[in-house]
């Protein structure tokens, strides 16, 4: 028996400072054991306190900056909430078309030219040279469609900065990153985004120069879906057993994107009713079956466990909200009530190692340990199940999401459908991530035809009027790039008086909880059987990496600066250029 210890932090092509520790035993090919930490923590909850709510969704951005659009448009979603306001048609039909490109953009980016590295011809020779062979022998499936003859090209264009589709990976991303600053002004921290709508002027030509950026970008999806089927399938006839692989129970949620403002007039009163006809469906998968696609439901059931984490509990701390706007109660434990107080102390893997706390759901006295599926395996079964999204471009059939898309310049019209997989593991999160590029493609198609609707019939406006009340309580939920997106807030005297946003890396990469449950990703690693080829002396843990890398994560949403009490930290900014 051969038992290994191996530390992987900070963890490579993943944004943030995300350790992870396995006890690995190379005589039976297994993890044994896997401890998430993060090593950074970060205050957004704490001094956001007694700001004015209307800046909201400017300094949330900042929390990130890869999503920070997703923590705006959320953050503007509950402001719309507490300030009862709706926002013209035409301004949400821009909101999901940026959005839309935001997926696109960086499920691209990351599938690409990160996660692909993890399945490249140069990462295959050091870790797997007989499963490489193997590859440069099997013709590709899809070749004739993708252009790549053997699943060994296909791992080859994966090579860092030299392979062929790294490289046009990167062009792909700076054509979506265009179609966002059409629409919002500034990637990823909007320029134009407000409650009540937004400021970018509407116009025919504004809407063509997106289009004409979506259809290059959509005949190049439709070559990549195809592509990564074959290479998932391959290393599933590769390596039997691979399936196991970063699989872990089915408990997947989604908490909804793309508003219909046909239906969403942002009340806590209606969040049931217009929550579910959003474009992607709002829910939770359990054991493969949908149990709530109820936003109300979905907000009662949040409970955040402290249990691994750095912070003190908030049991006799302030009580900011006792009941919901429908009466029902709310418990210590929920966003609305949260107090964080960091307590900085040595990691401790038999008591507390992380700055990242442990968000649960409650169900039937389970605090489930939910997963996102690295966003998009959760969104697309979700939204299956629910089989209420149904637009000419993308269809929930109860099974299934058929995604249509239009002709292109060198391909004709193409139907993709994504099934319902019989694993939630390390491939099939990594393949959805591909999917939902092209449900986001089709999708604004048809927000576009939406926005179109309303210039050509001049109905111009884009924003609503507000003003802020003295007291109220508000939540958004929304879908960033790698999950559900909840964002928590309490007005008091007309400034915040409590506000909390729970990323999805809160979600997949917790610690072990009060109960003793391990996070998500600590979940999928324990117990992954180890297919690599090296010996304890060269071992890379190319399957460890797989199964972190497959949930996205993103660590400065999980954990900002603490430097303790009584400190001074001074940051001088040399101008430049007589600026």
Request: glycine share 8%; proline share 6%; charged share 20%.
């Amino acid at each position: 028996m051969t038992i290994i210890e191996k530390s992987w932090d900070p963890i490579t092509r993943v944004v943030g400072s995300l350790g992870i520790h396995a006890r690995i035993d190379l005589g039976t090919r297994q993890v044994l054991r896997c401890h998430s930490t993060s090593s950074i923590f970060r205050g957004y909850s704490v001094f956001m306190q007694g700001k004015d709510p209307r800046d909201a969704h400017v300094i949330t951005s900042r929390i990130c900056g890869i999503c920070g659009d997703n923590h705006a448009t959320c953050s503007v979603y509950t402001q719309n909430m507490a300030y009862g306001i709706q926002p013209p048609h035409l301004a949400e039909w821009i909101i999901n078309l940026a959005e839309a490109a935001e997926y696109m953009f960086d499920h691209n980016l990351y599938q690409e030219n990160l996660v692909g590295v993890d399945f490249c011809e140069r990462m295959m020779a050091e870790t797997n040279p007989s499963v490489l062979e193997l590859a440069r022998a099997t013709e590709s499936p899809h070749g004739g469609i993708h252009g790549l003859r053997t699943i060994g090209d296909i791992m080859a264009a994966f090579n860092p900065f030299e392979g062929s589709l790294y490289q046009e990976a990167l062009q792909m991303s700076r054509l979506t990153r265009e179609m966002f600053c059409l629409m919002e002004g500034r990637h990823v921290h909007p320029s134009t985004l407000y409650p009540g709508g937004v400021g970018t002027v509407p116009s025919v030509q504004l809407f063509n120069d997106y289009l004409v950026r979506l259809v290059r970008y959509t005949e190049f999806l439709k070559r990549m879906v195809p592509l990564h089927d074959d290479l998932f399938d391959f290393f599933y006839q590769a390596l039997p057993g691979y399936e196991e692989v970063g699989r872990r129970r089915i408990t997947l949620f989604s908490w909804g994107s793309f508003q219909d403002p046909e239906s969403c007039d942002f009340t806590y009163s209606a969040m049931s009713d217009w929550g579910k006809k959003m474009f992607v469906s709002p829910g939770i998968v359990l054991d493969g079956a949908l149990i709530t696609s109820d936003l109300v439901d979905i907000n009662l059931g949040l409970r955040i466990l402290l249990g691994s984490s750095f912070y003190e509990d908030w049991q006799d701390q302030q009580t900011f909200v006792t009941h919901d706007p429908l009466g029902n109660p709310i418990d210590q434990r929920h966003p609305w009530n949260q107090t964080t107080l960091p307590r900085p102390q040595k990691r401790d893997f038999d008591g507390r190692y992380t700055w990242v706390m442990s968000p649960r759901w409650l169900h039937g006295g389970e605090h489930l340990a939910l997963d996102t599926g690295g966003g998009a395996l959760g969104r697309l079964w979700v939204t299956a199940l629910a089989g209420t999204v149904s637009t000419p471009y993308v269809h929930a059939t109860g099974s299934s999401v058929r995604i249509s898309l239009p002709r292109t310049a060198h391909l004709p019209d193409t139907v993709f459908e994504w099934r319902i997989p019989q694993w939630s593991n390390a491939l099939e999160r990594n393949r959805a991530r591909t999917y939902f590029q092209a449900y986001s493609a089709a999708m604004a198609f048809h927000f576009l035809d939406k926005a179109m609707a309303e210039v050509n019939a001049g109905r111009l406006d884009t924003w609503t009027p507000f003003t802020v009340p003295d007291d109220a309580i508000a939540c958004g939920f929304h879908e960033a790039v790698r999950g559900g997106l909840s964002h928590h807030m309490v007005i008091r005297d007309g400034k915040i008086a409590n506000y909390h946003p729970y990323p999805p890396t809160c979600w997949n990469t917790s610690p072990r909880d009060s109960f003793g449950t391990p996070g998500p990703c600590e979940d999928a690693v324990e117990g992954t059987p180890i297919f690599e080829e090296s010996g304890a002396d060269d071992f890379k843990g190319i399957d460890v990496m797989r199964v972190v890398r497959s949930f996205d994560p993103c660590l400065p949403c999980g954990v900002h600066l603490y430097t303790g009490g009584g400190r001074h930290r001074q940051v001088d900014h040399l101008p430049l250029l007589g600026g």
